[in-house]
């Protein structure tokens, strides 16, 4: 166990240069010059234009650039964005935000949608089972900005249970619309999965084994189908944390969220490399970690695996 | 409306800005009516760069040093322009100027307000070894071209002498006779002398001299709000009628449109597209509709050979004729726009809508296919090379009214021609200033200070920065610089329209409309007002 981590530890470091490298190659290769986006309509004199591309290293190379960058990383310095902000302190300022908001989908997503889908498995062909399908195909099928809009002007501004908007804070209280729009697409998903697993799992073997032992139906529900169940469920959960975090650039926009999505969205627009590579790189590295703590998890509900 | 017979004086100047502004409210008494003890929560986006003022070249950021620092001048609700620092801006023969300023001004630290002040701080703007993005707005004074060249470790302009703490005189490299009109333009602005010393840390706070000043130590949290307190020692035309104002930003006008439904948000200056049908419902009297100085326009190049010489001069014509401007302006736009008679903007001093030429601007299908047809027989069209309007589809929503000018032209001329949309802005812009188009591109103005100078110079010149359309006309050009040495701002309208009359016949671009500003505000504040350059007059604003 100990050896698997390190070399999944190890792996990383590939993981992490390949990415940085081609997210730098695809910002750097956008069509239009990263001064026009800090000139603007009006543009600026040639002189200042020439300044501002020695000051961000615009006039050099792409593999000057890349290395400058990969420099400042090892001693920890990120540099600034067209701003003159240090871009760890933008990442300081807008993770926490969204890491919240992921989360709370997560959860969200996680609890409803294991509970409903297990409920719906075990009363396959009922009225429930049926009606949860029929539910989960329109969330998945209607575009989230559509159900976002939707929610926001239902609960913010006609019934007025929350504000539309999220203020600088970001409290509990204010994520709680946002995060219910961003989960609710992967909750969907965890739905129909776990219903899937439960129902296979329901007439295996093992379960009627334990039936017949006499087992009570809680402790064969609970700990023979749900454990075995929980296996594909736990793949997508673990992958889908590193899609929220990254993927919350529409719901942010529409609640007004200042988090990654949105910082990222930007940079990618104003041509600002070292912000977009630098967010991406944490984005995989919680990507990572997730795939790394899922992989555990497996050992964890299938001792299989753990010898394999 | 009431009128005071005590006192004469008020009424008449009520009364004459009641003409100019066309449009009723109390506001001119002395007193305003409403509660003063409120916050205003108003609509911003992020500045793009620290808040220096020779630095700022975007309204997001502009929004917020306008009502921190105190120019010269300032610019009131319709343009006219009115002494904020300066005590006078003389001359004699528009080339040589002295300005004296108001005793007993200081900046929110303590600092008086000094003619070195003012002359420090453009020095910092022009020279080219600071990189500042509004450099070029100090080029009519001497000693610009030495500073500002590339590479140059010239840090003075010659043009500049401090006289003494009062005083300061300028001196520019041509007679221009608009450049005290332009002194309000947040470029000009002056600046304390900490402000020089570490530029970027007092961009995150900065210190001024205007109405407002920040509220202390991280007013403003990036991308969410930047808090402003009033600057209780201000005393000049701006003095805050409420308790403060704090913009918050957003990343898109529709979610700011959710908050001002519902009461979140107290003032927004632009309304979304998408909720240009209902805002007038949805906001019942809480809306307004004025317009202001602001264009939009198409400009063809001439180095596409389709569209240069006689034949390319009859075609540019035709395709402005075809246009339906009129229809557009209505349908896609709700009428939040106006037809355009010209290339500067209604609300400016010097506008007239009935120009010689400007019946190239009216819709007249025949004429545009008897021009066409013209130009066909002097030179056939090339079409291995259709006209597109290229345009930045990442914000500002053109696509609909592009495709509309492509129908109507379509429709019209039965030519083919399509819009070219570019993923990004900057994208679009770096082909246009490379000379490179293959076909025309949108292009728009907004004022930087009430003159139509600043909508035909920057724009039409030989040689000129935003000449997309690389125009060259060197009797243009002499019509121009005649009416920047004129002696009066009258007779310098007066030349500036003469400029215009070659344009309206060469038209290297083509204007559609006007700007209108369309905003709104919420039950909670009152005393709206929207000023020249379609930004609300904040200071003025009161809750209910």
Known sequence: MGWYLVRRILQMIPVFLGATLLIYFLVFSLPGDATAAICGEKGCTPATEAALREQYNLDQPFWVQYFLYLKGLMTFDLGTNFAGRPISEIIANVFPTTARLAVMALVFEAVFGIIVGLFAGLKKGKLFDSTMLVVSLVVIAVPIFVLGFLMQFLFGVKLEWTNPTVSGDASFTELILPALVLGLVSFAYVLRLTRTAVIENASADYVRTATAKGLSRRRVIGVHVMRNSMIPVATFLGADLGALMGGAIVTEGIFNVNGVGNTLYRAVLNGEAPVVVSIVTVLILIFVLANLLVDLLYAWLDPRIRYA | ?544
């Open chain 2, 1 to 544: 409306m009431r009128y005071s017979r005590t006192s004469k004086m008020l009424g008449v100047a009520a009364i004459a800005a009641l003409a100019l502004s066309a449009c009723g409210g109390g506001d001119n008494s002395t007193e305003s009516q409403g509660d003063t003890s409120r916050v205003i929560v108003v609509d911003g986006s992020e500045p793009q760069q620290p808040l220096i003022p020779t630095n700022t070249n975007e309204v997001g950021g502009g929004k917020v040093l306008d009502l921190v620092f105190a120019g010269l001048i300032s610019y009131d609700a319709e343009g006219k322009s009115q002494n904020e620092m300066a005590e006078s801006i003389e001359t004699e023969d528009s080339q040589n100027y002295t300005i004296k300023l108001k005793e007993g001004k200081t900046f929110t630290n303590g600092d008086p307000v000094t003619a070195s002040s003012f002359v420090d701080a453009w020095n910092y703007g022009a020279a080219a070894k600071n990189a500042q993005l509004s450099s070029y707005f100090f080029e009519s004074i001497e000693g610009y071209d030495e500073a500002a060249a590339e590479g140059s470790k010239v840090e003075e302009m010659s043009g500049l002498k401090v006289v003494d703490d009062q005083t300061f005189t300028v001196k520019l490299r041509q007679p221009e006779s608009d450049f005290p009109l332009r002194l309000g333009y947040s470029a000009f602005f002056p600046m304390p002398a900490e402000a020089l010393e570490n530029p970027e840390k007092f961009g995150e706070n900065p210190v001024g001299n205007g109405p407002y000043k920040f509220d202390g130590e991280g007013a403003w949290q990036h991308n969410q709000e930047i808090k402003l307190v009033p600057n209780e020692d201000y005393e000049g035309p701006q003095k805050a009628q409420n308790a403060g104002v704090t913009f918050k930003m957003y990343q898109n006008d529709t979610t700011a449109y959710q908050d001002l439904i519902s009461d979140n948000l107290d003032v927004l200056q632009t309304i979304p597209t998408s909720d240009i049908q209902n805002f007038k419902n949805d906001l019942d009297d809480r809306w307004i509709e004025s317009p202001y100085a602001g264009n939009q326009t198409i400009a063809i190049p001439y180095y596409l050979k389709n569209w240069d010489g006689e034949a390319g001069q009859l075609r540019r014509q035709a395709i402005s004729m075809a246009i339906n401007r009129d229809e557009i302006t209505k349908v896609i736009f709700n009428s939040g726009r106006t037809p355009a008679k010209e290339f500067t903007a209604p609300v400016l001093d010097g506008y007239s809508d009935n120009l010689p030429g400007s019946e190239n601007l009216e819709f007249n299908p025949e004429k545009a296919k008897e021009l066409w047809e013209k130009a066909e027989k002097l030179e056939p069209f090339d079409k291995s090379e259709p006209l597109t309007i290229a345009y930045n589809a990442d914000k500002g929503d053109h696509k609909t009214w592009v495709q509309a000018v492509v129908n109507s032209i379509k429709n019209e001329l039965g030519i083919e021609i399509s819009g070219k949309p570019y993923a990004t802005f900057k994208e679009v812009r770096t082909i246009a200033t490379d000379g490179e188009l293959t076909g025309a591109i949108r292009a728009g103005w907004q004022a930087d200070y009430p003159s139509l100078a600043n909508f035909l110079g920057p724009i039409y010149t030989t040689g000129a920065g935003s000449n997309d359309a690389r125009y060259t006309n060197e009797k243009f050009d002499q019509a121009i610089s005649d009416g920047l040495a004129a002696a009066s701002v009258e007779e310098g309208n007066e030349a500036m329209n003469k400029a215009q009359e070659m344009l309206l016949e060469d038209l290297p671009a083509i204007p559609l409309w006007y700007q209108v500003a369309q905003g709104g505000w919420s039950n909670n504040v009152t005393n709206v007002e929207f000023g020249w350059n379609g930004v609300p007059l904040y200071y003025a604003i009161t809750g209910k």
